[in-house]
């Protein structure tokens, strides 16, 4: 009977395993912690409350100026998207409001650019949270609220507003 002598694998070596796995571990921390970044845009600057008359400012008129959009109160900067958003793109007329119904309708339809969501459909409500949710949430940064959001129609502070609920929104930042 022939021996053959024995064959030692270079990889067995314990420590090339550890290293291995390390650098796995590394890879797939790195891999998940850039999932979780891209779940919420991070606000460059403070967040802050806006009244219609400032929103206004922001609908992408003025070169060189922020724009912003409001969907369910929420006040989201949507300059990264210009090519939809700035003056004379097709989504312009969504821009330096808030147009929550526009959006739960997908209308652009002079009428339906307001806040309102009185008479809106279950299937209108669902699509509305959907694209908030997943498209707007997750594709631009937070900048603000509109005092809707926050306020009552007589001024009184809404009890359903939960700004720590809200993305990237530090109470004691901003406010």
């Known amino acids: 009977m022939t021996t053959f002598p024995r064959q030692t694998r270079p ?80 989504y312009n007329a969504l821009v330096g409001k808030d147009s929550t119904r526009a959006v739960a309708k997908m209308s652009l339809d002079p009428a339906d650019l ?5 008479g809106l459909t279950k299937e209108q409500l669902e699509s509305l949270e959907s694209v908030f949710e997943e498209t707007y949430k997750t594709k631009y940064p937070i900048v603000g609220y509109t005092a809707s959001r926050i306020l009552n129609v007589d001024g009184s502070p809404n009890e359903a507003f939960k700004p720590e609920d809200q993305p990237h929104f530090q109470i004691k930042d901003e406010f």
């Open 11 to 90: 990889n067995n070596d314990p420590t090339m395993s550890t290293a291995r796995v390390f650098v796995l571990l590394i890879v797939l921390s790195a891999t998940l912690a850039e999932d979780i970044k891209l779940k919420y845009k991070p606000s460059t600057k403070p967040v802050r409350l806006f009244t219609e008359e400032e929103l206004k400012r922001y609908d992408g008129s003025e070169e060189g100026q922020p724009i912003y959009m409001a969907i369910k109160g929420v006040v989201f900067d949507v300059t990264k998207g210009k090519e939809f958003y700035g003056k004379d793109a097709p």
């Open 114 to 118: 307001t806040s309102d969501t009185t």
